[in-house]
C-alpha cells in the first residue's frame, strides 16, 4: 500500500479567475510541446504528507515558497495584520499570525462587528470544531450581505477559512478592508502561485494556479474611471519629470514667501502640513494651528492635515479631489499630483 508521501500527483498548470476550479489537462500533445520548449519550468512545489491526507473531494491549497518569500506578498501581509490589530486595539486582540488567528471566527467575529458596528448573534468562546464553523458561518453570511459581489463568486468558504487557507484569508481580509475604506495602502498587483491537491476517487490531482490578490487602488477602492495621470503612468512615463517640475515651480512660488521650498512631492506633501499652509496662501488668510498638526507624528495626524486641506480646497471652490487622503500619506505619486495639479489648474496664474 502506497504511503501519502509516495503517492504520485497528476498535474496540470492553470491560471484560476476568482470562483474558477481547475482546468483538467486534455491535450497530451500540447502538454508535451509545452514540456519540449519550457525545459527550464520551475521544479514541482513540495507536497508535505499531511498535505495528502484528505477526504473524497477534499482539496488542500499549498502557497509555493517563492511566493511566500516574495516582498509584495510579505507586505500585504504585514499591512492586513497591522490593519487587523488598529481596528481591533481597544479589544485586547493582537493577531500575530492571519491563518492561525483568524480560522476560528473569533477575531473574524470581532473585526466585523468594530467595522460593521453591528452585533453578531453567536456564541462568545467556541472550542468544538462544529460550534467553530457555526460561529464562521454567522461571520462570513454577514459578511456576503455587506460586500455583495454581485454575482461574483466568493474567494472563500467556511472550509477554506476553517482550513487555516492563508490565500482565502487574504482575499476576504482584502475585500473588507475595501470595502470598508480602510486607512491603508495595499501592495497592488499581488499575485501567489498555489498548488491545489485534491482527492477524487481516491486518487490525489494537483493543479498549479495564479491567484491574484490585489489589483490597482484605483479598481479595488471603486474608482475605475481614467484620467490623464492614468494614462501618463501607464504609457508616457518620460513626461513624468516635466509635470513634477512643473509642478514643483509652481508650489515653490508661494511656499517660499514663507521660506519652505518642495524638492520631492511624493513625501514632502505626505502629512499634509504644506498643503494647509500652500491653501492659506493661495487663498491669502492664515490658518490657525490649532486646526491642524504642524509636527504631526502618527498615521491618523498626517490623514487628519490631508483631510483638513481637502476641505480647505472645497471651500476655495474647488472639486472634490479624486484621491483619498490616505493615498497622499502613503506616499503614493499619483494621487498627490491628482491633488497639486489641481491646484495648479486653478491658481497657476496667481502671483
Keep these: 500500500m502506497l504511503s ?8 496540470c498548470s492553470v491560471t484560476r479567475a476568482p470562483g474558477q476550479g481547475c482546468l483538467q489537462v486534455s491535450d497530451l500533445q500540447e502538454e508535451g510541446k509545452n514540456a519540449i ?3 527550464m519550468s520551475p521544479a514541482s512545489v513540495e507536497i508535505h ?3 495528502t491526507l484528505l477526504e473524497e473531494n477534499q482539496e488542500r491549497t499549498v502557497i509555493d515558497p517563492t511566493s511566500r518569500d516574495d516582498p509584495r506578498f510579505k507586505e500585504l501581509v504585514k499591512v492586513l495584520i497591522d490593519w487587523v490589530n488598529d481596528v481591533l486595539v481597544e479589544e485586547r486582540i493582537i493577531v500575530k499570525q492571519l491563518e492561525e488567528d483568524l480560522y476560528d471566527g473569533q477575531v473574524l467575529q470581532k473585526l466585523l462587528e468594530k467595522l460593521a458596528d453591528c452585533k453578531l448573534n453567536v456564541a462568545e468562546v467556541t472550542q468544538s470544531e462544529v ?3 457555526q460561529k464562521l458561518q454567522t461571520v462570513l453570511q454577514a459578511a456576503q450581505e455587506l460586500l455583495r459581489p454581485r454575482g461574483r463568486a466568493l474567494q472563500w468558504t ?3 477559512i476553517h482550513g487555516k487557507n492563508l490565500v482565502a484569508i487574504l482575499h476576504l481580509l482584502v475585500a473588507l478592508a475595501t470595502h470598508f475604506r480602510a486607512p491603508i495602502r495595499l501592495p497592488e498587483h499581488v499575485s501567489v502561485q498555489v498548488v491545489v491537491v485534491r482527492k477524487r476517487e481516491g486518487l490525489l490531482h494537483s493543479s498549479h494556479v495564479t491567484e491574484e490578490l490585489t489589483t490597482t487602488t484605483e479598481m479595488m477602492m471603486g474608482r475605475f474611471e481614467r484620467d490623464a495621470f492614468d494614462t501618463l503612468f501607464d504609457h508616457a512615463p518620460d513626461k513624468l519629470s516635466v509635470v513634477k517640475k512643473s509642478l514643483i515651480t509652481f508650489v515653490n512660488k508661494h511656499l517660499n514667501k514663507l521660506n519652505l521650498e518642495v524638492t520631492e512631492l511624493e513625501t514632502q506633501f505626505a502629512d499634509g502640513v504644506y498643503l494647509v499652509l500652500l491653501m492659506g496662501l493661495l487663498e491669502d488668510y492664515f490658518v490657525p494651528l490649532h ?7 502618527s498615521f491618523d495626524q498626517k490623514v ?3 483631510s483638513f486641506a481637502f476641505e480647505l480646497m472645497l471651500d476655495g471652490g474647488l472639486k472634490k479631489p479624486k484621491a483619498r487622503p490616505e493615498d497622499v500619506v502613503s506616499l503614493d505619486l499619483k494621487s498627490t499630483l491628482r491633488v497639486l ?3 495648479f489648474t486653478k491658481y497657476k496664474h496667481l502671483e
Design 158 to 160: 467556511i472550509d477554506s
Design 37 to 39: 520548449n519550457l525545459p
Design 304 to 306: 487628519h492635515n490631508v
Design 49 to 51: 504528507p499531511e498535505d
Design 4 to 11: 501519502p508521501d509516495t503517492i504520485p500527483l497528476q498535474h
Design 341 to 343: 495639479y489641481n491646484l
Design 291 to 297: 486646526n491642524f498638526y504642524l509636527t504631526p507624528d
Design 131 to 133: 460550534g467553530q464553523k
